[in-house]
Structure formats: structure tokens, C-alpha cells
């Protein structure tokens, strides 16, 4: 008996599947498609144990789908593109290009080495032409369907080095520059957007997508729809604003209309120059700078104190004639509705705050049925509002239910408003002021302004001989020629847009690229969109479930309505994995010192053992800290699998036909169980099956369910049992031999390698284990044994009822009120008493 060397067995099966096309996924119409996909990694240079943990069950799981019977395709690829390329080329001279496509190489190896079933030949890489030719074409397709626009957008600008900073380039609290430590300030800069507001509705629509219910609720909260309505304020005439200009905004509250006190724009609302007084300018424009030099997070963080400043200049209700002071503060932003509120402090917390800081009058116009008279100069906090309206003019007396809409119908009617939905969500800012992305495949000429790049001069190819110069400007931007273009119009000189697209992009539609991704008449190849398209199963984390799986989505919907793709979500089923954290319970990270290399344990240990250690740890969904010492029970557990099936497998060659012992039969231990076979008994048989059935039954269950760690723990359990039943001398019984069978194919979805060698080689069963069926559950050997028990009414015997050996005292109860001959006794009526006395005797008493 060898022994078992996963270094050895697995590269040598990792090399044969390959050869051998194992998994490739072809075209089958004679079988149902799965199409399973797992979230592209960025290609940092390492796979990280996080990866593996993604990858590992998503990888079980279409086996299992395989061995069911569906013709399954696992693709993989690498989301190329993006900032950390960028900035290392900057800090090491090194090209994104030739970074990028080296980790890509290292990485290939490290996913071959998990010996998952990945179709290779699908490779899809997003910063290959090939692939961006079409990210870019799709931004056209975007664009001529009115679907991509440009407007302007603050980005984060140093004043002191004149260039524009990515996120990653604005530090600390004070918000500075990276390189000189300057505040930063917002400045506008025409920007690319995608209309993804244009879809809010229909996002919300989930109908037939078996995705988490936490996703739905992340997805509708980032959509934010919102029904109020918008009302018109007008403002005083005053210095420059001589005719009192008008200003929107948005409540979802129209009933509290006679409860606004004062009103607010953001610091960037253009409206604020023109009402300032020039008693509260210098104050305004000092909060102005402040405010622009605070992110839009930092903004509306709710534990943030709310702070303001009077503009000087009203506003007036147009609900009741009330002149109002207009105030800025830096809570209300100018990306969000219409970057202007009104403010009822009686009725809202925030509102509250803010009035009883600067002295403003609180109003009360709903008063609650169960409380004493609101008295808005004393009240201590803000009351909900639910309850009878009033000093609300003609609302006044009616309930709060019913306001709204007649508050509504008042503004509609007066003119100076109208019934409207808002949304959170906002327009996708697709442009990036970099290098490494697509570039945005558009020309600007003076004459015609914007047009897409005609499509059969795509892909727009990045220039590779590009200056490192850290002046936060895009190298496309300080290239000497690449910018220079013909306008596809006119065909005068006219110039390139430089900006990149965001990554986002890229990973909107991978999956379609993963059809055919060498195929060059199209993103993708139709005939295998029809076949494969839905996704069947998605997985990946939790934390996309905002940007990626909005954008995909959004994607999807886009290019259905331009007739690209079909139906109304990309992807049926969604599963999320949690998170692998470091031993100390911290998130992995290199600072902390506490990241787990898959490489080293792999090395040691095998893959099969960190791959079943992966789906055992922890439930999947949840994630929990890694325990380094745990791998050990499961290396235990596999090389239990390897001895007990080796050895038997010696068993069953001694067992020839001329019965006699081969000579290397090396283990009293198995002789002895041999000899022990004759006495087994039809019960222990029968018990043993059993337990395999009823395993195989939850095994199946626990796949289905996406619960490996429960998979893992079942195939232990059913070892244990197995070593027990070759302690009563099983081995070699046709109960034996199944129970072997069905053990491989179980576990050839956790552990491929050892399955496969045990399966093919020690059993000399046909190859491949990965091919074979998914083993069928007995129900008949699934049931428990069954006992009889006699069933009295009032002490006497009237039936015998028939349960299985482990029934409860309910189950038992149920089984003897519900058979008729008891039943004829109770005549209709509720017994008084059910006595079950040890499972030998039910007594009803009537
Ligand atoms: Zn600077
Ligand atoms: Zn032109």
C-alpha cells in the first residue's frame, strides 16, 4: 500500500485534465447548460486566500452541477485594467502593461494549481484589444442611444500642483494632497456619464432572480426611490437678484408645507452668489471653502454635527405668501435631488438640531392624536409626524394619511408644484483622468462637437510609449501625438477625448465575453449567447453588491433594449461568500502581518486539503477568522480516505477467484475483517446502507444549498461509519463496494485530485471520476426501521399503527389519531388525553 502523497498524485492529474480537455465546455443541445461564474480577480500579482475561498466552492458546486447531469462552463479571466497599476508604474518605472500581463502569467499558475474545472480556453483578459475593442464599442452603442452624455463634475484638484488627484491621492482628515500637502479643493471638469437613473425602476423589479435577500435590500436602499413632490420657491428681489429667482425642491413631505421655518442650499447652488447679502458675504464664502474641501461622505455622515451659515436673503412659501430665511449648509449636497430643501424642524430630527442651534422658530403642524398640545417654542425634540394637521390652512383638520395627497393636489393646483419620485441613485461617472483603462472612443471637433470613433477604427489602442511623470495628469493627455484625430464628420483635424474608462466597465459584461472571446465579429459570438446566456449561478462578495451589480445589471438592460442582448437579468442565481479573516480576527493585510499564503499550505499540505479545509471552516456565507492549526484534522481525514480505500481495494484483489492471499497483503487488521465477513449479520448490512443513503441524501441537500462546510463534515461522519462497518466485516460485500462508489463521487467535487486517483487508480474504475453521475439516494434503504404499536381508547385496544424506529412521542401521537379505526371511536370530538407510554403503547382517553 503506497502512501499518500497529494505533491505527487495531483500535478499528474492537474497535467492529464488538461490534455485531456476534461473541461472543456462546448456547445451540448442535448443536455441542459449551467453556466457558472465566479467574479474575475484583479490581476495583483498574487493569489490571496480570499481567492481561493471565492473560488474553491463556486468550483464544488459546478462539479456537483456536472455530475447531475448539466453540460457546466467555469470560466476564467482577469479584470486587467485600473489604478494600482498606474501608480506602481509611476513609483517604479515599471509599464502597467508588462506588470500587468507578468502577474497574469504567475497567477494562471497559482489558479492551475487548485486544480478547479476552469475552461481555459475562455479566457477573457479585459486589457487585451481584442477584449477593450468591444468595452469601447459598447460605450458607442451607449452613446448613440442616448444613453452616455457628457456634463460637468467636480473631481478633487490641487491648487498647488494644478492637476487633478484620484481618490487614492487625497490623505488624511483635512483632505490634502498626496504630494505636497496642500488642501485639496473640488473643481468641475466635463465628465462621461451613463444613464443609469434611466433604469432606477426597473432595477428594483426582482422578480425571478433567486439573489440574497440582503443584495435586494443593499441594491433598493442605493436606488433610494423616494414619492414627494417638487415645489417652485421663489426669492425676494434684492441687490443682484433683481427678479427674485426661483429655486426647486424636492419633499417627500408636501402635507408639512406651513411648517418650513427656513430653507437650505448646498454651499454650491448656484443661487447662493445672487441671494447673499452683502452683510453675510464674507461669512458664506469663508463656509463655502470649507465645505469644498470636504468629501461627499464626510458630508452626510450622520454622526456629524450640522452646521450653517444665513445667506441673508428669503424665500417665499408659495403654499402661504411667509417670507423665509435661506441658509447654506454642508449636509445638503448638489448631487443629490436638486441640491436645495426645505426645512420643517418641528417635524424632522436634523431640521430640529439645526433650528434650536441658531435660533430659528420651530412650527408645529401636525399634532398627534395620543399627545397634549405640541408647543413648538418648548417641545425637545422633533415629533414624527403622524397624527391631525394643523395651522396648515386648508390642510388644517384632516389626518395626517390623507394630507399628502391633497397637499399635492393644493401645489398642483396653485402651480407652483407637482407630484414627483426621486432616487438616491445617481448617473454612472465613467470617466477616469488615467491611463491604464479603455480609452473613451470619442472625438471632439470644433465645428461638430462630440462623435463616437467610427467602429471599424476601433479598438482606440492605448500608446505604449507613454512618460511616468507624476503630475497626476493623464499620460494621454501629456502625449505628443495620440490625441490628434480626424473628425469622423468633417474629416478636419480634431482631437481625442483622453480620458479612460472606469474598470466598472470592463467588468459589466466579462461574462458575455467569456462566450467567445477571440471571436471578432461582435462582443460575442450569438450562437453561444443562445446557448449558455442567463448565467446559472453567479458568485463573489457581498461588498458588489452596489457598483458591479448594479452596473451589470444596468448593463444588461441597456443592451437588451438596443436589441444585443436578451431577457431581463443577466444573472438567475447570486450567491455571496463572506470573508476570511487574519488569526487575530483583523481583515488580511500586509501591514498587519497576518496573510495567509495559499501557495505555502498548498506546498505542504496539498490542494485537495486546502480546498476541503476552505469549505469546512467556516459556513461560506459568513467567512470567519482562519485557524491555521485546523488544516491538520482535515490532512487526517483524507489520508483515512486514501488508507481505507487502498487497503480494501488490496481485499478485493487477495478475494481472486483461486482464494488465495496475494503476498503483499500487509495487514492483519484487513485479513482479520475478511474472516470476520461470513458473520455479518442482514441488519448491521442494512444499517450500514442506511447510513450511506441517508449522507448521500444530505450531502446532495447541502450542495444544493450552497453549505460545503456541512459537505465536508457529512463525508468525516461517513467515514467513521465506514471504518466501523470494515470493523464488523463488511469489506468486500456488495453494500461495501457501493458504499465506496458512492464515498468517490461525493467527494470528487471537494477533493478532485485524490478522488480521481482512487476512483481511476486503486479502484480501476472507468476514468474520469468527473464524468461519472451523481450517485442516487435508495429512499427504500433510506428509511428507518419501523415499529408496531398498539393504540387503546379508553384502555381498550382498537388499532396497530406502523412508525419509523426513531419517531417522537408527536409523530407517534399524530399516527394513532390518525387512523380511522381510532378515529371512529373519537367520534369528532378532541381526545381529553394522549398518552404515550416508551414508544410501546398509545392510551387516548375520550
Ligand atoms: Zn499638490
Ligand atoms: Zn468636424
Redesign the pocket.
Known amino acids: 500500500m503506497s502512501d499518500y502523497i497529494p505533491q505527487e498524485i495531483e500535478s499528474k492529474w492537474q497535467d492529464k485534465w488538461e490534455a485531456d480537455g476534461l473541461y472543456h465546455a462546448n456547445i451540448d443541445e442535448r443536455k441542459p447548460k449551467h453556466y457558472a461564474l465566479t467574479m474575475l480577480p484583479y490581476p495583483s500579482g498574487d493569489l490571496h486566500i480570499g481567492h481561493w475561498y471565492a473560488f474553491i466552492p463556486s468550483d464544488a458546486h459546478a462539479r456537483f452541477m456536472r455530475m447531475n447531469g448539466y453540460n457546466v462552463m467555469l470560466p476564467i479571466g482577469f479584470d486587467a485594467f485600473g489604478l494600482p497599476a498606474e501608480n506602481a508604474a509611476i513609483k517604479e518605472g515599471i509599464h502597467p502593461m508588462k506588470r500587468t500581463y507578468e502577474n497574469i502569467e504567475r497567477m494562471r499558475g497559482q489558479l492551475r494549481s487548485m486544480g478547479a474545472m476552469w475552461d481555459w480556453r475562455r479566457e477573457a483578459i479585459s486589457s487585451n484589444p481584442e477584449y477593450y475593442k468591444w468595452t469601447q464599442w459598447f460605450f458607442s452603442q451607449l452613446y448613440k442611444h442616448g444613453l452616455a452624455y457628457r456634463k460637468m463634475s467636480p473631481v478633487d484638484f ?1 491648487p ?2 494644478n ?1 487633478t ?1 484620484a481618490r487614492e491621492q487625497v490623505w488624511g482628515d483635512d483632505r490634502h ?6 488642501p485639496v479643493i473640488k473643481k468641475d471638469l466635463a465628465q462621461w456619464f451613463f444613464k443609469t437613473t434611466a433604469y432606477a425602476d426597473e432595477l428594483l423589479n426582482y422578480e425571478g432572480m433567486d439573489w440574497p435577500e440582503r443584495v435586494k435590500v443593499l441594491q433598493t436602499n442605493w436606488i433610494g426611490r423616494s414619492e414627494g413632490a417638487l415645489v417652485t420657491f421663489k426669492t425676494v428681489p434684492s441687490g443682484d437678484n433683481k427678479n427674485g429667482e426661483p429655486f426647486e425642491i424636492f419633499t417627500t413631505r408636501p402635507d408639512t408645507l406651513w411648517g418650513v421655518t427656513f430653507m437650505v442650499l448646498s454651499p454650491e447652488h448656484p443661487l447662493v452668489d445672487k441671494v447673499t447679502t452683502s452683510e453675510n458675504r464674507g461669512e458664506v464664502e469663508a463656509y463655502q471653502a470649507q465645505a469644498a474641501r470636504q468629501s461627499d461622505i464626510d458630508r452626510e455622515a450622520a454622526d456629524k454635527e450640522k452646521t450653517g451659515v444665513f445667506t441673508g436673503g428669503y424665500a417665499i412659501n408659495p403654499v402661504n405668501g411667509e417670507k423665509t430665511p435661506i441658509w447654506i449648509a454642508d449636509y445638503v449636497l448638489m448631487t443629490y435631488g436638486t441640491g436645495a430643501i426645505m426645512a420643517v424642524p418641528a417635524h424632522d430630527q436634523r431640521d430640529f438640531e439645526f433650528a434650536r442651534k441658531y435660533g430659528i422658530e420651530v412650527r408645529v403642524v401636525i399634532q398627534p392624536n395620543d399627545m397634549a398640545p405640541l408647543d413648538g417654542a418648548s417641545m425637545p425634540a422633533s415629533v414624527p409626524a403622524t397624527g391631525r394637521m394643523v395651522n396648515s390652512g386648508p390642510l388644517t383638520g384632516t389626518s395626517a394619511d390623507e394630507a399628502f395627497h391633497a397637499a399635492v393636489k393644493f401645489v398642483t393646483e396653485k402651480g407652483c408644484g407637482k407630484g414627483s419620485i426621486n432616487y438616491k441613485l445617481r448617473d454612472w461617472l465613467i470617466s477616469r483622468q488615467r491611463y491604464w483603462g479603455a480609452p473613451i472612443p470619442m472625438i471632439y471637433c470644433e465645428k461638430d462637437g462630440w462623435n463616437p470613433v467610427p467602429d471599424a477604427e476601433l479598438p482606440v489602442l492605448l500608446p505604449e510609449d507613454v512618460a511616468w511623470k507624476p503630475t ?1 495628469e493623464s499620460p494621454l493627455k501629456l502625449h505628443p501625438t495620440w490625441k490628434q484625430a480626424k473628425c469622423p464628420v468633417c474629416g478636419e483635424a480634431a482631437e481625442r477625448e483622453t480620458d479612460t474608462m472606469d474598470t466598472f466597465m470592463c467588468s459589466s459584461w466579462y461574462h458575455l465575453r467569456y462566450l467567445s472571446p477571440h471571436y471578432d465579429k461582435g462582443p460575442f459570438d450569438p450562437k453561444e449567447y443562445d446557448y449558455w446566456m442567463p448565467v446559472d449561478t453567479y458568485t463573489g462578495g457581498i461588498e458588489h453588491a452596489n457598483m458591479h451589480l448594479i452596473y451589470t445589471r444596468f448593463f444588461h438592460k441597456a443592451l437588451r433594449d438596443m436589441g444585443i442582448t436578451e431577457g431581463p437579468e443577466p444573472m438567475i442565481q447570486l450567491r455571496n461568500q463572506g470573508m476570511v479573516l487574519g488569526e487575530d480576527n483583523e481583515k488580511m493585510s500586509k501591514s498587519r502581518g497576518n496573510v495567509v499564503a495559499p501557495d505555502e499550505l498548498v506546498e505542504r499540505f496539498g490542494a485537495d486539503a486546502v480546498r476541503a479545509y476552505l469549505m469546512f471552516f467556516a459556513r461560506w456565507d459568513m467567512g470567519a477568522p482562519w485557524n491555521s492549526s485546523g488544516i491538520d484534522g482535515t490532512v487526517r481525514w483524507l489520508r483515512r480516505v486514501w488508507v481505507l480505500i487502498t487497503s480494501s481495494a488490496q481485499i478485493k484483489s487477495a478475494r481472486q477467484p483461486l482464494g488465495f492471499f496475494k503476498a503483499d497483503v500487509p495487514d492483519d487488521e484487513i485479513a482479520d475483517a475478511m474472516l470476520a465477513n461470513a458473520a455479518i449479520s442482514r441488519e448491521n448490512t442494512r444499517a450500514f446502507r442506511r447510513h450511506v443513503h441517508q449522507m448521500l441524501k444530505r450531502i446532495t441537500r447541502d450542495f444544493k444549498q450552497f453549505e460545503f462546510n456541512t459537505i465536508v463534515s457529512g463525508l468525516m461522519e461517513l467515514l467513521n461509519e465506514m471504518y466501523a462497518a470494515r470493523e464488523a466485516g463488511e469489506v468486500g460485500t456488495p453494500a461495501w463496494n457501493e458504499a465506496m462508489d458512492i464515498y468517490l463521487r461525493m467527494l470528487a467535487p471537494v477533493a478532485p485530485h485524490i478522488a480521481e486517483e482512487l476512483w481511476t487508480n486503486v479502484l480501476g474504475k472507468t476514468y474520469s471520476v468527473h464524468t461519472q453521475t451523481w450517485p442516487v439516494v435508495d429512499e427504500e434503504a433510506v428509511k428507518e426501521d419501523e415499529i408496531t404499536i398498539p393504540v387503546q381508547v379508553n384502555g381498550k385496544l382498537r388499532d396497530r399503527v406502523v412508525v419509523p424506529a426513531d419517531a417522537g412521542e408527536e409523530d407517534i401521537k399524530s399516527a394513532a389519531l390518525a387512523s380511522d379505526a381510532v378515529q371512529k371511536f373519537l367520534e369528532g370530538k378532541p381526545p381529553k388525553k394522549v398518552i404515550v407510554a416508551q414508544k410501546k403503547l398509545v392510551n387516548i382517553v375520550v
Not at 494632497?177 to 496642500?182: A, D, H, P, S, V
Request: charged fraction near 15%; charge should be neutral.
Open positions: 490641487c498647488n500642483c492637476t488627484l494632497c498626496e504630494r505636497c500637502g496642500t497626476g
